[in-house]
């Protein structure tokens, strides 16, 4: 999809040819002296039009407008959130095969968020998943044409949320594939595509380098799948080399059946999203190469299957993970965490600024914050402040969780370092007490997106988070440097 900014207004968006017109209508709307205002401004006075937001009157070839449909929205105070629920409601209304070009217009100047909101919104209404049916139907919306009168004031964030829809729609289309066709080996070939654009290189190690790395915590969970284990590397090298990295580290299971410790059928197929923080890396290095900015950042992806063969882990074994902290795995489900410490510890040789890990980790953080909020674990606090407002300014919300040392007393033993589970209660945090052993060494951060990466039910499919958040933050970084 094209997308573009124009500096039009109400009167050049009635000239402005497309195949529909969606208006955004602020609550506080000021009418002007030309026809489409004039009619936006009867239609509020009439009450056939509400400002709230997503509240709309649809209109067919008004000779206000220079376009087949034709939608009035509510766009209430202008936040975010409210722009995001207008345009998601007319949207729904002008959706159609014959829907190629799409003009958003504001009714008033717009603010830098309401404009990332319209891209991010049109992006995620209108993204068509395909790559495993027999007759793709894709995308049909080929231009967003955005037009705000105060255009050159919110370009800068119009062309930052373009290089974060870019992002999330890769990590979209990952997360979507069907584990048989989003395997290790071809997440290291998606990673390795990605070296092929400005800036980016990247390295992926099979299990013979991996054995090397002392990585036995990672290949552990990899032992009970035929599919070779993949650890990729990616730099993003924005920055002189000089200058110490962010790293990112995605949780990469193609398919989590939770081994011996097996989960039950319903639902298993949701298992193949388990690779949704591998996923969100990938994407985040897809818009650095559309955004550039002067930082360096690493992403690292453990991914392999956790499956059950003869020779997968069984509970009870003891694994020395590359750290050579040993580690009991009670529970072969609680798998994420014995992919991601090896991760951690690689991630040292890079003397990062930070480290976040994102993962799909615990069903525990579903119930804690349902699919609203990421969890977020952060041991300083300074980077758990820069995380959060990254959430908010792209309106891919998380929330921090504590890391109190009592939450750490489950995950004793008597027969190696470390468990891999403590009990139920805090599920989430004593998964984030696990990781946090292996991120000593750097201000550390940890992602903890099992409710927010996908959505389940008829609307079934993955929601590109936290590439928003990840995006935002590393912009930060860039903008402080
Ligand atoms: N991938 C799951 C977490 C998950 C569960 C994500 C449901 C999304 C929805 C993870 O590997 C897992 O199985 N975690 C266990 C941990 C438990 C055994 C301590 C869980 O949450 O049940
Ligand atoms: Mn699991
Ligand atoms: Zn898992």
Not at 390 to 398: I, S
Request: charged share 20%.
């Amino acid at each position: 999809m094209n997308f573009e900014l124009k500096p039009i207004g109400l009167v050049g968006a009635s000239t402005e040819k497309s195949d529909a017109l969606i208006v955004l209508v602020p609550q506080d709307f000021k009418a002007g002296k030309d026809d489409l205002s004039v009619l936006v401004a009867q239609a509020i006075k009439s009450s056939d039009l509400e400002t709230k937001p997503g509240k709309l009157l649809a209109l067919y070839k008004p000779v206000q407008a220079n376009a087949a449909r034709v939608v009035l929205v509510g766009i209430g105070s202008g936040s975010p959130r409210d722009v995001r629920t207008a345009v998601l409601a007319a949207v729904g209304v002008v959706k159609s095969p014959s829907l190629k070009k799409l003009l958003v217009c504001f009714a008033a100047p717009a603010l830098e968020e309401a404009v990332r909101a319209v891209v991010l919104a049109v992006a995620d209404a209108t993204y068509v998943y395909t790559h495993t049916k027999s007759k793709p139907e894709g995308r049909t919306l080929g231009k967003l044409l955005v037009g705000a009168s105060n255009a050159t004031e919110v370009q800068a964030s119009f062309d930052h949320a373009v290089g974060i829809v870019a992002g999330a729609e890769l990590a979209k289309e990952w997360a979507n594939r069907p584990a048989n066709h989003a395997t290790p080996t071809l997440l290291g070939q998606a990673a390795q595509e990605l070296a092929k654009l400005p800036k980016i290189t990247c390295e992926v190690l099979g299990p013979k380098e991996v054995a090397k790395l002392g990585m036995g915590s990672f290949m552990a969970v990899a032992q009970g799948s035929d599919q070779p284990l993949r650890f990729i590397v990616l730099h993003y090298n924005g920055a002189a080399k000089t200058q110490a990295p962010t790293v990112l580290i995605g949780k990469g299971i193609t398919f989590d059946c939770g081994g011996i410790s097996i989960k039950p059928a319903p639902e298993m197929d949701e298992m193949k999203f388990d690779m949704s923080g591998a996923a969100s890396v990938l994407g985040t290095f897809k818009s650095l190469a559309v955004l550039k900015p002067n930082i360096n950042v690493v992403g690292l992806i453990a991914a392999c299957e956790n499956l059950i063969n003869g020779q997968a882990v069984k509970p009870g074994d003891v694994v020395t993970s590359m750290s050579g902290q040993t580690i009991e795995i009670l529970n072969t489900d609680a798998e994420g965490r014995l992919v991601l410490c090896d991760a951690l510890t690689y991630a040292e040789r890079f003397k990062p600024t930070a480290v976040v890990d994102i993962a799909t980790l615990t069903g525990a953080c579903v119930i804690a914050l349902g699919g609203v909020r990421s969890g977020l674990f952060a041991s300083q606090d300074d980077l758990a402040k820069a995380l959060y407002a990254a959430g908010e300014a792209a309106q891919d919300l998380c929330w921090r969780m504590p890391l109190d040392e009592d939450y750490a007393e489950g995950l004793k033993t008597s027969f190696a370092d470390v468990a891999n589970v403590a009990g139920r209660a805090g599920g989430s945090i004593t998964a984030a007490k696990f990781l946090q052993r292996f991120a000593e060494k750097f201000p550390w951060a940890h992602l903890d997106i099992a409710g927010t990466a996908w959505k389940s039910g008829a609307a079934k499919g993955a929601t590109g988070r936290p590439v928003g958040l990840l995006v935002e933050y590393l912009m930060s970084q860039a903008r402080n440097t």
